[in-house]
């Protein structure tokens, strides 16, 4: 019997891979693919320029992945492909692109490739919030129910406001797309020849829900008369539970891949939840924490649950007879990264490089110094808007206590726990709409490398973190997902059970650090509520100038 699987896990600047031995668990061989155009926010490859709060990305970068990193898989780890199970994707989310029926994007086409709308607008592409809120305050005015199950309020990072906007700003490539798709259904289709909507994708990102639908035609037209009509035309209706295959492998996809025609390949999944049966969390109660560019939060419950400021949630989408929700930060490593490249001064960055390090280890060693509260700074971790709780990309990063002395450090440190801050105030989210959170797990490259900021988390929290021993969850997981799909294991609990990493390192909360940071985050949510909430709009007025 084929025992091993493959999974790749494309995310924000590059794709992974990982192979797998799926009797035992074993990774033997992972490989890392950079994404040749990364994300785009000034200007598109021909020089064209991009509005504000744009971020696109090109699809070609993703075939990039499939041709070089499981052909290296493949040869580093010895095995033929022959003896491959079956292959795994999933996809940071949401990542819309427009397609043509056979698949082709828009952006291949020469009369598109200047045409912003054409491309595939990633997760934190943020310029359709003025989308987002029509639709939220038109679904609030007419009493839709399906709101509520997002939090209340629809986000810029979401299918349809994305859609909504093409419609508005490019009705050419509107009417020319035959759908609107993940870009993990995208290579579905491309690698099996069948198309695939993940019940991932459509319940967390198109709102759609198992016993509802979609929204209703009638509130489609509400927005525009010339969205009337879009489910089963370039939404696709039919949506795909979780444990189930997208299909084989075609020719197209063996060549993209070079594996074996035939070979199953598992539905598409989100690349946070993908990681969970890495975690190996398939049960309620245990929250998944990941910290990369963004920050992500999902936990399991038995129940539909509308929370407020929550994404929203799906049933049989991640884990079968669970419903899984999710919450999320936009910014996470992406605000330390701002940092360093913007505000350090040379001479820091003089002695970093004379230390052997870079400046991100460099101020973190000076950071780890400081006691809570000394700098005096409070930080509103904005920079890339607000996901959770307030889902609001017009929202911006706040620095306040600033005076003359203030340090570098000071305000990594400070960014740092501004982070830690947000992810509390989503955890206080989830409590109070009734999901018990008895564990919190993380993954992700911070995780791993960051151990000053996975203490200050723990303390801030006042929980116990256990940060799982990889640094590929959602490669992983695809992987089990895979095993699945191979008739390896009969379901992804079973496969979990087995392949689920469960070595950790633990980050106990020190008690007097707590007490200290308490007294900053009542801080926090006064200023989170006061600029958040609608008392003071100037960030929202600052950004229209």
């Not at 370039?234 to 063996?254: F, I, N, P, Q």
């Amino acid at each position: 019997m084929k025992k091993y699987t493959i999974g790749i896990d494309f995310g924000t600047l590059s794709g992974r891979a990982v192979l797998l031995n799926a009797n035992n668990g074993r990774v033997l061989a992972a490989s890392v693919c950079e994404y040749p155009h990364a994300v785009m926010d000034r200007a598109l490859p021909d020089g064209t320029p991009l509005a504000p709060q744009f971020a696109l990305q090109h699809p070609a970068d993703y075939l990039e992945v499939l041709k070089q990193t499981v052909p290296t898989v493949l040869s580093a780890s010895g095995v033929s492909p022959d003896e491959i199970a079956g292959i795994g994707i999933d996809f940071t989310s949401c990542t819309l692109l427009p397609i043509r029926e056979d698949g082709t994007p828009l952006c291949f086409e020469e009369k598109y490739q200047s045409e912003p709308h054409a491309y595939v607008k990633l997760w934190k592409h943020h310029a359709s919030q003025p989308e987002a809120d029509r639709i939220t305050a038109l679904a609030k005015e007419r009493g839709e129910a399906w709101i509520n199950a997002y939090g209340g309020r629809l986000s810029s990072e979401w299918a349809l406001p994305k859609i909504y906007e093409t419609l508005c700003h490019a009705p050419a490539v509107y009417e020319d797309a035959a759908r609107f798709c993940e870009a993990g259904d995208w290579l579905s289709l491309l690698l099996t020849g069948k198309e695939t909507h993940a019940a991932a994708f459509a319940g967390f990102k198109f709102n759609w829900d198992a016993d509802r639908g979609y929204p209703s035609d009638e509130f489609f037209r509400a927005i525009d008369p010339r969205l009337g009509g879009i489910v089963g035309t370039k939404l696709s209706a039919k949506v795909d539970l979780v444990d189930g295959t997208a299909g084989t492998l075609s020719e197209r996809g063996a060549k993209l891949t070079g594996l074996r025609v035939g070979t199953p390949v598992a539905l598409p999944m989100l690349d946070a939840e993908a990681a969970m049966p890495a975690l190996g969390i398939t049960e309620t109660g245990v929250l998944m924490a990941i910290f990369g560019t963004s920050g992500v939060q999902i936990v399991h419950d038995k129940e539909k649950k509308d929370i407020a400021g929550v994404c929203g949630y799906v049933s049989d989408g991640v884990i079968p007879g669970l419903c899984t929700y999710e919450a999320g930060q936009s910014g996470l490593g992406d605000c330390f990264d701002w940092f360093v490249k913007n505000c350090v001064p040379e001479k820091y960055a003089v002695e970093a490089r004379e230390s052997g390090v870079n400046l991100h280890k460099f101020l973190r060693e000076k950071a780890k110094k400081l006691r809570v509260g000394e700098s005096g700074l409070l930080v509103l971790d904005w920079l890339n808007g607000n996901r959770s709780v307030l889902q609001d990309a017009d929202l911006s990063g706040l620095i306040l206590g600033l005076h003359i002395g203030t340090r570098p450090e000071e305000i990594y440190r400070a960014l740092i726990e501004g982070t830690a801050f947000g992810m509390r105030r989503i955890l206080d989210a989830f409590l109070a709409g009734g999901i018990a959170i008895n564990e919190i797990r993380a993954a992700g490259g911070i995780a791993k490398k960051d151990d000053m900021m996975m203490q200050i988390y723990a303390d801030v929290c006042r929980r116990e973190i256990r940060v799982m021993d990889t640094d590929q969850a959602g490669a992983l997981g695809s992987a089990i997902y895979a095993a699945v799909a191979g008739g390896i294991y009969p379901s992804v609990v079973e496969a979990a059970e087995r392949l689920a990493v469960r070595d950790a390192k633990v980050y106990t909360p020190n008690p007097e650090s707590s007490a200290a940071y308490d007294a900053l985050y009542e801080e926090y949510v006064r200023l989170y509520d006061y600029f958040g909430r609608g008392e003071n709009d100037v960030m929202k007025r600052l950004r229209r100038l």
